[in-house]
């Protein structure tokens, strides 16, 4: 949750920042959290059976979500 978090404000704070070159390191740092989230939800899937079931159902399928 952290980690979603983490990308949602640095995206926020890009966003808003009229500085170029601080926009690009908090862009850089957006994208190091979602490495840090799938390393997270990597290791979700390795050790709670009931998550690798929901990420097998969703992940890399086509069409409708829902
Ligand atoms: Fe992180």
Redesign the pocket.
């Known amino acids: 949750m952290e980690?979603l978090q983490?990308i949602d404000w640095y995206g926020q704070r890009a966003d808003d920042c009229a500085d170029t070159e601080l926009k690009a390191v908090l862009i850089h740092n957006k994208d190091?959290?979602m490495e840090?989230a799938a390393m997270l939800i990597e290791w979700l899937r390795r050790n709670v059976p009931e998550f690798a079931t929901q990420l097998t159902k969703f992940l890399g399928v086509d069409g409708s979500i829902a």
Do not use: G, V
Request: proline share 0%; no cysteine; hydrophobic share 20%.
């Open positions: 980690e983490a190091d959290e840090h």
